[in-house]
């Protein structure tokens, strides 16, 4: 490791990898269990590998079914332990862990069924003790974990074990943190039917392992990756235990990585470069740390945050406040669609052409007017030709009972009608519905009849920030039509569909979200699509004069020194954004967020989260506002 290198990572306790994106830091862990499996193969020997479910592995396994299939690593001689199990799931529940690891992994591989092991979760609940002590023991007869895979929940738990767990722990019964029920919820179409328990193995079983990997993607997972890598170890964050361990690394992406001290006040562990994006992030950094405004900060502030270089550099102090003032106030414009016949040399958007075509990406029926319905209505007062396209239907977040009111409605319509083949129809919904059970899959009527609900909430919603039906587009995507929550693989007609939307608008200016989130969530593979669509645009006039704006995706927002456009709502247009929010009936009780937002309803954590941003520069001394909107330029390349 170089030196400076090293310097960078001094506050970290854990040995850290930070990839450019999840795919490299699963290649390169499969790689090293391929090597594990080759060389014991060669010694008639077993390897024993701990595997975890979730999202985040699947791309591991993803990459080891391709060696095995393209490669021929064969798994014969292969023994794994999965970590955990919901309890009272059966294996053929489909959201059991052994029935995701069969489909995930099991089910492609040559691996001996019997050597593949997940705790029962259907044991009784008085032989769960002793169940748990012969997962323990057929562990160790095994020869112990060679290579223990983990991913990390956003409490910090490793495996089940939730705040609370000592690094003693072993496996057994445990109960599930509320965020942790809350995360699950999509999968399980409901925070209610997610299970209350779940045997896990323990912190300690999972430190017993001679080498363990965790990997981690998104910026979700950025707040407990630094907790965890850079705190003390603590029974409150689990994964802090790991700190002991003397063969442990964390595999991380750029988005996961982003609160390591190396990276987001680098500044502090060593000498930086500072160029305008750092100085921009240092300086803001220090306003909000010394509770002062920008034109406020003294040589004092500077020298003793670790930023006398950057005062020694390009100081005095005050000239650096300015100039961080201009910067920050040229992000502000009430005209995101650029500002017509202005002088447009400090604005964020150009002037022309004018008006713009706005191609506005929604991942969800929701997303737009969540994330920027304020900008939304601006850009089409102002003229801007808007559309709307929405990338999937959303139909998997619709909860059952919504359905059932919708079908009760088609079939009373129908009746008192006299409509016999509506009514018919109706009556097969139904029948849909009642067979499916709590947790099966909807079939393609049930879909549809979902999807047919979010559209119409689309539209009443997108009624209220001024746009007519016209100006909507529902792509229903492919990857998401024939897919499922962490099931979901882009194809070429993917990709198609979206290269035919933007010849289609030819659009001056596109909202997007979904970078840096979870590779395998919608938004993220929303934005993949979009990404491999442009790339096949680039021969087109259109895209030579078209910019990308990335918003940052709901129940959150960019950080101060992100912003490069900053778009001002009145308290008028903050209601009115609410409004919008509210016509999605059937996403009511959902609530994309942090923790400290749980109590907050949907429409009420976007006026906190717009109303924030406007407190942020109102306390680095720009104007005060209502609540602001704000994005992120992508560079094209
Ligand atoms: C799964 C497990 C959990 C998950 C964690 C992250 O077997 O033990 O600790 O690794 O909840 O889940 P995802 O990957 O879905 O973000």
């Not at 021929?72 to 999965?82: E, K, M, P, R």
């Not at 005209?335 to 964020?348: E, F, I, L, V, Y």
């Not at 923790?595 to 976007?606: C, F, I, P, T």
């Amino acid at each position: 490791m170089k030196k400076e290198a090293f310097e960078f990572c001094q506050k970290e306790r854990i040995g850290t990898t930070v990839y450019a994106g999840a795919k490299a830091a699963c290649q390169d862990v499969a790689k090293e269990i391929a090597d594990l499996i080759r060389t014991r193969a060669n010694e008639n020997r077993e390897v024993v590998l701990g595997l975890a479910t979730g999202s985040t592995p699947v791309g591991l396994y993803r990459e080891l079914i391709r060696m095995h299939t393209e490669e021929g690593l064969s798994f014969a001689n292969v023994v794994t332990f999965n970590l955990d199990e919901y309890f009272g799931l059966g294996g053929d529940h489909p959201e059991s862990y052994r029935k995701f690891m069969n489909e995930q992994l099991f089910s492609h591989i040559d691996i001996d069924p019997t050597k593949a092991h997940v705790p029962d979760g259907t044991i009784s609940r008085d032989d769960v003790f002793e169940s748990c002590q012969n997962y323990e023991q057929a562990i160790q007869e095994a020869g112990g974990i060679d290579i223990q895979i983990l991913g990390i929940g956003r409490t910090g738990h490793i495996g089940f074990n939730e705040p609370g767990s000592g690094p003693e722990s072993l496996t057994r019964l445990v109960t599930l943190d509320g965020l942790t029920r809350r995360d699950a919820a999509r999968d399980f179409l409901g925070e209610g039917n997610v299970p209350r328990h779940a045997i896990t193995m323990g912190v300690g079983t999972i430190l017993s392992a001679r080498k363990v990997y965790l990997l981690a993607w998104g910026e979700g997972k950025a707040s407990i990756i630094a907790k965890t890598v850079e705190g003390e170890p603590t029974d409150n964050i689990p994964a802090t235990f790991l700190q002991s361990h003397k063969a442990c690394t964390f595999c991380v992406d750029q988005a996961a990585a982003s609160q390591l001290t190396r990276i987001s006040h680098p500044w502090l562990v060593g000498p930086v470069e500072w160029t305008t994006e750092t100085t921009r992030k240092a300086i803001l950094w220090l306003a909000r740390k010394t509770g002062k405004s920008l034109l406020k900060l003294v040589e004092e502030d500077y020298n003793e945050n670790g930023m006398a270089d950057l005062l020694l550099e390009q100081g005095p102090a005050y000239g650096l406040n300015i100039r961080l003032f201009n910067l920050t106030q040229h992000t502000i414009t009430g005209w995101p669609g650029g500002k017509p016949n202005a002088d447009d040399t400090s604005r964020p958007e150009r002037a022309e052409p004018t008006p713009k075509r706005s191609l506005i990406l929604s991942p969800e029926p929701l997303d737009d007017v969540y994330c920027l319905g304020g900008t939304i209505h601006r850009l089409n007062t102002h003229g801007n030709e808007v559309a709307v396209a929405y990338q999937t239907s959303g139909d998997l977040a619709v909860p059952d009972p919504e359905a059932r009111q919708a079908i009760e409605m088609l079939i009373d319509v129908a009746t008192s009608r006299g409509h016999a083949d509506e009514e018919k129809y109706g009556r097969r919904l139904e029948d849909d519905l009642n067979t499916k059970g709590n947790f099966g899959f909807d079939s393609e009527n049930i879909r549809h009849l979902k999807g047919v609900i979010r559209r119409g909430e689309a539209r009443s919603s997108s009624r209220t920030l001024g746009l007519e039906p016209i100006q909507l587009k529902f792509l229903n995507l492919p990857f998401y039509q024939k897919g499922r929550y962490r099931n979901f693989v882009i194809r070429d007609e993917d990709i198609d569909t979206m290269v035919n939307l933007l010849n289609e608008v030819e659009p001056h200016q596109i909202f997007a979200t979904g970078h840096g989130h979870d590779p395998l969530s919608v938004p993220a593979l929303c934005f993949e699509v979009l990404i491999r669509a442009l790339e096949k645009c680039r021969e087109t006039d259109w895209l030579k004069d078209c910019w990308v704006w990335l918003y940052r995706g709901p129940g959150t927002e960019w950080d101060a020194h992100d912003i490069d456009m900053a778009v001002p709502l009145s308290p008028g247009e903050l209601d009115n954004k609410v409004q919008g929010i509210y016509q999605h009936q059937t996403q009511r009780s959902q609530q994309p967020g942090s923790s400290d937002q749980r109590s907050l309803n949907l429409w009420n954590l976007a006026r906190e989260i717009n109303s924030g941003t406007a407190e942020i520069y109102d306390s680095l001394g720009l104007a005060e506002y209502a609540a602001i909107e704000c994005f992120k330029r992508h560079d094209l390349g």
